[in-house]
Structures are given as C-alpha cells and as structure tokens.
C-alpha cells in the first residue's frame, strides 16, 4: 500500500534496459507495419489503447458544468471518465465544483467589494451558482485569501451540506459564452461526490462499460487549513475512504486522483494504491511549494530532471498536462512540439492533456472557423495534433466531439498492448502501483 519510494536504484537500472528493449520493439514493429499500406496510423500511448476521453467537469459545453445532467450527458456521449472537482461543505462533505466561491464577486483594486447601486458586481466567468441571488444568504458574501490571493464570494466551506442541498442551484460559469446552457440553471443541484460515483456506477450496468472517475482535489493547501482549524476530516482522507468503499483498494480501479499541488499527493500515495496524477500548468507553480519555499515552477516539473520528471515518477503514475507544455503556442498557433509525451512515457507514466473545448476562443488560431468565439471551430484536428505525439488521454468539455476524434488503434496495437502489460508489470514490481 505504501509507495513513497517506488524504485531503488536497481530497479532503476532494470528499468532502462526495460526501456531500451521496449523502445526497440516499437521501432521494429512500425517498422514492419509500415509496409503494409492498407493499416490504419499506429496509435502511440504508453499501452497502445486509443486515447480515453475525460468528460471534464462533465459535458461542460453543452450543461453547467459539475452538475449530474453534465456528468449524464458526457457518459452518454461516450466518455470514458467523468472528472468531478471536489471542494468541502461546513461539515465536510465532498461536492463538485470548479472552486470554493459558490459565486464570485469583483473587488476593487483595494481589496474591497465591488459595489453598483449598492450591490455587489458578480464575476461572469466564474459564478456556478445562484446563491448570490439568495438574499438568505446576503450576509455569507465575504473576502478571503485564497492561495495568496484577495477573492471576494460565497464560499463553500461556509454552508452545510443540507443548506446548499435545499437551496443552491447550479448557473452556467461561462454565462456570456455558453448562453444556450443558461436555459438549465437554478434548476440542477451541486452533487456530492457520492452520487456521482453512483452515477457512473448506474451508468455502467446499463451500458456495459465501465465509466471511471477522475477527481480533483482543489486548493489542498486551503481546505488543510480548514479542516485542522475545524476539527474535520482531512480532505484527502475523506476522498480516499469513500473511494476505498466504492471500488476497494486497488490500483486497477477506474479511479484518477489528481492535484495541481504536490505534497497532498504525495500523502494520498501512501494512503491508497490507486493511480495518482500530477497536474501540471503552462506557468506558475504549485501553491504548496511556494508556501514551502521550493522555487520549483510547473515548467522544471515537466523536464526530465531529477527535480522534475524523475521527481514526480516518485509519488505519480501519470501527469496531467496543459496542452502548451506538449506543443506550446507561437503567435496563438501551435508551435514545435517538446519531448513531454516522450519523457513521460520512458518513464513509465501517462499524459493526459487539458482542456481541449471546441469554442473558437479556446482554440489555437489554425483550428479557428470564424471570428466568432462562440463558434465551433476543427477541435478534431487540435485532438489528432496531439494524439499524434502519443498523449494517452484529454479532457474536454465536448466528449462527443472527443470520441468522434479518437483515433482507432491500428493492428499493431495489440502488440503495445502486450509491451504496455509488461510495463504494468514492471511498474507493480517496482511498487509504482
């Protein structure tokens, strides 16, 4: 169960002959199957399966984001994860949304509210719920520090699980830009992590496939704050027993638990052998190491360094990686690709991209089909750009768009299969999971 130190150096040297025969194989199978002109292209994932799709914050393109109609639509637009992100109630519930504010509110360049005719101006691109409209709840608005930074709103730990269940309704985050999606709100509630877990376990049965989860813990650093000045229940304790319940203690569980932090994974690691993934941003660097004093940004996590790579190979089975961190951006438009998928991979772990969304305004300026933000543009072929290097899974808040672009493993992939079951082992050995 315990991982902190997954591979002694041994390992480590049976691990780069392991590499070197594997890398070999893969040669020598594409080239065999160049010769066949009639083959599909090779898919190039660490097990050789075709990319899964992450329904991210569920079907967010086409229903509020975090709620079970999204998480629903995405399963039935053929996902293969649902991802909900975790925050706590007041009394320690886990429930699913992008951020502590339950509604955010715009501040002055002091720090205070922002006030219109003595109301306060809420933020149009991240307000989920209705509860600023809940004059119940006027007197809750207030302003925190949240990862060094001043954030005025609704938060969640300030409402019990019972009074957001009875009266916070899910709203569209991208309310300007997703305006179709404004039909839905105050009409969808905020799900526990619980009932979407039994979501996908409904779902299933009734489809015949299994649909995991990929949770995010958000603001660890914040929420243990919280919950030691409150006397609650770690948050990542309580993640972990009611993923413990729901699919046991087991690394082959359709389970992903992910941190844009480090430390709080690094524990999780050794509460559970269940897959761990590091998120990585374009910039920036984790809130834990910037309270630690580690001058380590996310960009010398992405290297193949000892404080990089190697570093999270330790705690991690895979990264979930910005896009700009496998092809960066020159100009708005895809620049030359970097070796992360590269990388990742010789050392064992996956690469799972975000966020890939079809709206014009998200994407690069190739894939473009208008002026218009809103519009749909070619995600399709921002997703084959990417699959190409071998990315293993994305996140997208169109799944359907998401499957209809995945490419279908050629032939040749039962062969990775097969060299991806030996890595599997290989890792099981080395107490990787």
């Known amino acids: 169960m315990f991982k902190i130190a997954r591979r002694p150096t041994f390992q480590r040297a049976v691990h780069s002959a392991v590499h070197t025969a594997v890398h070999c194989a893969v040669l020598a199978a594409t080239a065999c199957l160049t010769m066949a002109a009639a083959q599909a292209a090779p898919v190039s994932t660490l097990s050789g399966a075709a990319p899964i799709v992450i329904g991210h914050r569920g079907a967010s393109g086409y229903r509020p984001e975090h709620t079970l109609a999204a998480y629903d639509l995405a399963i039935s637009q053929g996902a293969s994860y649902i991802e909900p992100d975790l925050v706590m109630t007041k009394d320690g519930e886990l429930i699913a949304r992008h951020e502590p504010m339950l509604a955010r509110v ?11 005719n003595g109301a306060p101006v ?11 409209q809940l004059p119940q709840y006027a007197d809750r608005l207030q302003v925190k520090v949240l990862d060094g930074v001043r954030v005025g709103g609704w938060w969640a730990e300030d409402f019990t699980a019972a009074e957001i269940r009875a009266d916070v ?16 709100n105050d009409t969808l509630v905020l799900p526990t992590l619980q009932e979407v877990i039994d979501l996908a376990k409904l779902r299933s049965a009734e489809l015949g496939r299994t649909i995991g989860i990929y949770p995010e813990t958000k603001h660890p650093t914040y929420f ?33 638990i992910q941190s844009f932090e480090v430390s709080n994974l690094q524990y999780v690691n050794t509460q559970t052998d269940m897959r761990v993934v590091q998120l990585l941003s ?3 660097r984790p809130y834990d190491f910037t309270v630690a004093g580690d001058v380590r940004t996310y960009l010398d996590l992405s290297k193949p360094t000892a404080g990089g790579l ?11 990686a910005n896009t700009n961190l496998m092809i960066p951006l020159v100009n708005g438009r895809l620049g030359v690709p970097t070796t992360l998928v590269s990388d990742a991979h010789a050392r064992g772990m996956e690469v799972h991209g975000w966020t890939f969304r079809a709206e014009n305004i998200f994407l690069p300026n190739e894939f473009d089909s208008s002026a218009d933000p809103a519009a749909f543009g070619n995600m399709r072929s921002q997703i084959l750009t990417f699959t190409a290097l071998g ?31 030996a890595a599997v082992v290989r890792r099981q050995a080395a107490g990787k999971r």
């Open 310 to 320: 190697d570093f999270i190979d330790d705690y991690a089975d895979g990264i979930g």
């Open 391 to 421: 990315m293993d899974g994305f996140f997208t808040d169109h799944p359907d768009l998401g499957v209809a672009a995945v490419p279908v493993p050629a032939s040749w992939s039962l062969v990775l299969l097969g060299l991806g079951a």
């Open 122 to 132: 809420i933020n149009r691109t991240d307000t989920s719920t209705n509860v600023w």
């Open 224 to 256: 243990k704050n919280f919950t030691d000045a409150n006397g609650l229940q770690r948050m990542e304790d309580r993640l972990v027993s009611i993923l413990h319940a729901n699919y046991g203690n087991v690394a082959s569980a359709p389970v992903y």
């Open 106 to 116: 715009n501040l002055n360049n002091d720090g205070t509210i922002r006030l219109v």
């Open 169 to 184: 309704r899910a709203q569209e985050r991208l309310r300007d830009l997703r305006t179709a999606n404004n039909a839905f």
């Open 282 to 284: 374009s910039g920036g």
